[in-house]
């Protein structure tokens, strides 16, 4: 059976000199359409390097990944990223930043002015058309994020790759985007792909959670289901069994099984 | 100090509506309501003429005496007030205002510059975006640029056998140096994240250049613009010296040669003012050009 999205067998050995790392070692994933799948894991796990492979940002050193059954091993917009640190052009402002993306992606399918619709379209989506003229220098940690976000839904990706998005941000922020996030994935449908070392955030977020163990030599530990209804809703998950339950296996396996170890 | 009027003042009966209104269109005085523009301007002004003041007057004293090798700011003033007076006079193909030999010598300066300018920042993308370009041109930028301007004189009269051109080529050859290595830096610096963005957009190479390249860079390239406008101005006054022909440069030369020792030191002044200005010029449309640029 294939799927929508498959990473098949990667390897990643990363060589300076005689000095060999073997980062990623046989990672099969498979996410399907419509799906919200977390990658958790300790820091320097690989998760990161394995997203920039999906991205096509980094080249495997053996194995790939597939979208609807095409290999893909150039980076696109297909594929859209939110990085961490926003990565917003800071001479551009937010509607700047954001319409780049649209011109770019649907400069040949678009009409002008169907370009500024759509463009005005995403900011809304995120409630960030009210400050569309603001440099990123100007807004909130928060507020670049959304932006952010605005601009890799706007490219209308297959799937999109959220590089820990919210790990920059303040608990309160965080949990707001998070909604955000969870809010726009509901509506749109889209396949999503996440990194994050936020359990809280994985079970609440996802539909699969993906667990690493830790480098090097990383591999897929273990996944789970996560067979919470939607609209999911932060407060009532708080006291439910189904969600306090995977996230006991979340921490099981984080905290017990494969416990952070100093590098050597 | 006065007491603010109030409605209480008024005498019974007096008070309507009329007055009313008349209190409230009340604007403060413009002393008060620029009070601490007034102030910031003589915080900045005071100081330097202060110091201005009395530099004079201990330059006064030390060459008051008839014997003095060199001339007092008073003799200068009396010498050739003409000179700081009358900029733009002209009365002969070398009898002309000081105004008009700088304006000369920055024509020279706009187009050595600008061609450095062009040059420096296309040379300095290629060096900065190419491993190979780096390694097998920065050597030779970092022993080229220590060359005096002056030595390349000789080399470029014997090239363009015509002063006019040896002078602007001298300008282009001191001035590029800077314009290449912070061009080159500039590039070299920008940010990963930039190059993330644009590789998943799938920018090509030209709208890569003028969307990131150029703004990432351009406080670097402002940087190098910035040191090649101030050595371009150093050297314009050597080489006109040498080249002869109208310019701030050669007045000097010339009244050298006719022992006009107070207007050399008017000469100066013109050149520092001209130097200072050309400078904040450049870092003003740095600063308009790269706004945003640097927040994060």
Known sequence: ?264 | MTMPLTKDDCPAGFYDEEIEEAFRRRRPPLLIKYKDNIRAFFAASVPPLVTLALILLTWQLLCVGPTSALPSPLRIWSEANDLILHPFYEAGSQDMGLGWRVLTSLKRVAVGFGFASVAGILLGSFVGQSQWATRGLDPIFQVLRTVPPLAWLPISLAAFRDSQPSAIFVIFITSIWPIIINTAVGIRNIPQDYRNVAAVLRLNQIEFFWKIMVPSAAPYIFTGLRIGVGLSWLAIVAAEMLTGGVGIGFFIWDAWNSSRLSDIFVALIYIGVTGFILDRLVAFVGSLATRGAQAN
């Not at chain 1, 001479?91 to 463009?119: I, P, Q």
């Not at chain 1, 995403?122 to 507020?143: C, F, T, W, Y």
């Not at chain 1, 609440?204 to 959670?209: E, G, N, V």
């Open chain 1, 1 to 264: 059976m294939s799927s929508y999205l498959s990473i098949e067998n990667v390897d990643m050995v990363f060589a300076r000199g005689a000095n060999v790392t073997k980062v990623l070692d046989n990672v099969c994933l498979r996410v399907e359409k419509g799906q919200f799948v977390s990658i958790i894991g300790h820091s320097g796990c690989g998760k990161s390097t394995l997203l920039n492979i999906v991205a096509g940002l980094v080249k495997a050193t053996s194995g790939g990944v597939l979208l609807e059954d095409r290999e893909v091993n150039a980076p696109g917009p297909d594929r859209a990223v939110v990085f961490q640190n926003h990565s917003l052009l800071p001479w551009l402002s937010a509607y700047e930043n954001v319409r780049l993306a649209v011109d770019k992606v649907f400069g040949k399918t678009m009409t002008r002015a169907r370009r500024h619709e759509w463009t005005m379209h995403n900011l809304e989506l995120v409630q960030m058309a009210h400050a569309k003229d603001k440099r990123p220098g100007e807004i909130s940690g928060g507020m670049k994020q959304r932006v952010g976000i605005a601009r890799a839904l706007a490219m209308q990706p297959k799937v999109l790759l959220l590089d820990e998005p919210f790990g920059a941000l303040d608990a309160l922020t965080r949990a707001h985007l998070q909604d955000v996030v969870m809010r726009l994935q509901e509506r749109l449908g889209n396949t999503v792909m996440m990194i994050t070392h936020d359990v809280d955030e994985a079970v609440l977020l996802s539909d699969r959670i993906v667990m690493m163990t830790n480098g090097p030599q990383a591999t897929i530990g273990e996944t789970l289901d996560v067979p919470l209804k939607r609209p999911r809703d932060r407060i009532a998950l708080a006291t439910d069994a189904a969600y306090l339950e995977c996230r006991r296996r979340v921490l099981q396996f984080l905290y017990e099984r494969h416990r952070y170890v100093e590098a050597a």
